[in-house]
Structures are given as structure tokens and as C-alpha cells.
Nanobody, 134 residues
Framework: QVQLVESGGGLVQPGGSLKLSCAAS????????IAWFRQAPGKVREGVSC????????YYADSVKGRFTISRDNAKNTVYLQMNSLKPEDTAVYYC???????????????????????????WGKGTLVTVSS
């Protein structure tokens, strides 16, 4: 059974840090780009970051550049999202997702119009909640 399982979410104060993990089972992440999306209450799902498989290129939405870092450990079939300098507006359910090939533009979209899809991902996790509050 193909699964992506996120972990590492929780409650953190503004300015704090969290590290999310996305573990794959039932398939190998080889040749898949892995992305993190998030969805805040009442808002559409938005791309946060993405990392390719072959060359490890990384992409970030403007809202998280310089604060979040995506990485992957192919031997462990796991992708990480290190989140620093967290803000209340980072509060959301964070999802990891896999796409065969390159990172779709949805994974780092930073346009002014609300992005409503398609997201172009093949597999999705169920999400982990991140709450940034004092």
C-alpha cells in the first residue's frame, strides 16, 4: 500500500522552529519530486517547497524563502522540512506529496492570484498540524 506519512507537527511559539518529516512506504521515492503544501483554515491549499530527486534542486514559495529548508534522505525514503522563524501565519495543516519527475509549478507558486489547481501530484499524505501561537 502506497503511503506518505507526515510527522513533527505541533504547537510552537512565534519565532520558534519545527522539523517535519515525510516517510514513504509501499514505494520508493526514487525519481519522485517531493513537495510540501499547507492549508490554513478557510484557505486553499498552497505549495510551500519542493525538492527534485536526480539533482536535488529545491524550490520555495516567496512566503517561506530564507526561513524553511527542504531536504531528503533517499536511503531512508524520507523528506524533511526544517521551519525556522515561524510566524502565526504559518499555522496550517502541512501535507507532503510526491510527483514523478520534476517539481510542478504548484509546489512553489507565489503569484498574486489564488492558485486553485491542478497541483500535479501523484500521491498525498494525510497531513500534520502546525500551530504557531503564543
Amino acid at each position: 500500500q502506497v503511503q506518505l506519512v507526515e510527522s513533527g507537527g505541533g504547537l510552537v511559539q512565534p519565532g520558534g522552529s519545527l522539523k517535519l518529516s515525510c516517510a514513504a512506504s509501499g514505494f520508493t521515492l526514487d525519481y519522485y519530486a517531493i513537495a510540501w503544501f499547507r492549508q490554513a483554515p478557510g484557505k486553499v491549499r498552497e505549495g510551500v517547497s519542493c525538492i527534485t530527486y536526480n539533482d536535488g534542486n529545491t524550490y520555495y514559495a516567496d512566503s517561506v524563502k530564507g526561513r524553511f529548508t527542504i531536504s531528503r534522505d533517499n536511503a531512508k525514503n524520507t523528506v524533511y522540512l526544517q521551519m525556522n522563524s515561524l510566524k502565526p501565519e504559518d499555522t496550517a495543516v502541512y501535507y507532503c506529496a510526491a510527483a514523478l519527475g520534476d517539481c510542478p509549478p504548484s509546489t512553489y507558486y507565489s503569484g498574486t492570484d489564488i492558485y486553485t489547481g491542478p497541483y500535479g501530484m501523484d500521491y498525498w499524505g494525510k497531513g500534520t498540524l502546525v500551530t504557531v501561537s503564543s
